[in-house]
C-alpha cells in the first residue's frame, strides 16, 4: 500500500500521520501485522484504515523505544504495551496516532455539513453546551463536530474508567476557543470522576479537524 508518512505537534505531543491509498492495499500488506489472521473476514476498506493506523502507532512507539505492533483487543481496542497508553484515530485516507505516560486520546473527523449538523447536533450536545458552541465565534458546523471529536478523544483515552459504555451527554462542553476545548464529566461517566474536567487540545486540517487529550483530568 503506498503511504506516506509525516508528524506534528500538538498539546505538547507528537503525533504520526499516515496519508495512505486504499487503492493500492493488497492482502499481502497486512501480513506485516502479526495479528493479521483477525483481519481477514474484513473488507479491503477496512484492512487498509487497520493497517494504516498501526503503521502510525508503530511509530509513534518508536519514540519511547519500543518496537510493538498493538494487537486487537476484545472490544476491538488497540493493545498498548504495559506503562504506555496509546490511541490510534482515522478518518478518509488519513490515520493518526499517539502514545503517551499518561492517559491520551485522538480523534480525526470531516467537518459535519449543515444536513449532518442538523440531524446530530440534539444527541451530541445539550442546549446549554449549543450555547457555548454558538458563543465560541467558530462556524456552528466546526464547532459541533469539534464538540464531537472531543468526546471523543476524552472517552479513548479514559475508557477505562468509564462505568460503561459512554454517551455524549456524559462529557459537557463549558468552553470552546482558538485552541482548546474544555469539557466537565458527569457522574454517569464514572462516579469517582464527576466534576473532572479536561483540556483538549485542537486543530483544523482542510476539511477536518483533529482533537487530542493530552493532560490528566483536574479538578473543577
Excluded at 449532518?116 to 453546551?129: K, L, W
Excluded at 468552553?175 to 457522574?187: D, F, P, V
Aim: include cysteine; charged fraction near 20%.
Amino acid at each position: 500500500m503506498n503511504i506516506q508518512p509525516s508528524t506534528f505537534s500538538l498539546g505538547g505531543l507528537t503525533l504520526h500521520r499516515i496519508d495512505f491509498d486504499p487503492a493500492s492495499f493488497t492482502d499481502a500488506d497486512i501480513l506485516w501485522l502479526p495479528h493479521h489472521a483477525k483481519l481477514q473476514p474484513a473488507g479491503n476498506k477496512r484492512k487498509a484504515e487497520h493497517l494504516a493506523g498501526r503503521l502510525a502507532a508503530f511509530h509513534a512507539l518508536q519514540l519511547h523505544n519500543l518496537r510493538h505492533i498493538p494487537d486487537i483487543g476484545d472490544s476491538r481496542q488497540p493493545l498498548w504495551p504495559q506503562d504506555v497508553y496509546g490511541s490510534i484515530s482515522h478518518s478518509g485516507t488519513t490515520a493518526l496516532a499517539v502514545v503517551a505516560k499518561h492517559p491520551v486520546g485522538v480523534d480525526l473527523e470531516s467537518i459535519f455539513t449543515p444536513e449532518m449538523a442538523n440531524e446530530v447536533v440534539g444527541s451530541v450536545v445539550t442546549p446549554d453546551e449549543r450555547r457555548v458552541l454558538e458563543a465560541s465565534g467558530l462556524p456552528f458546523e466546526l464547532a459541533l463536530t469539534l464538540a464531537f471529536s472531543a468526546k471523543e478523544s476524552l472517552y479513548k483515552a479514559y475508557s477505562f474508567a468509564a462505568s460503561e459504555l459512554p454517551g455524549f451527554n456524559e462529557a459537557q462542553v463549558i468552553a470552546l476557543n482558538a485552541g482548546q476545548i474544555t469539557l466537565r464529566l458527569a457522574e454517569a461517566f464514572s462516579p469517582a470522576l464527576a466534576g473532572e474536567m479536561c483540556q483538549v487540545h485542537w486543530r483544523q486540517d482542510g476539511r477536518q479537524v483533529i482533537t487530542l487529550l493530552s493532560k490528566t483530568l483536574q479538578s473543577a
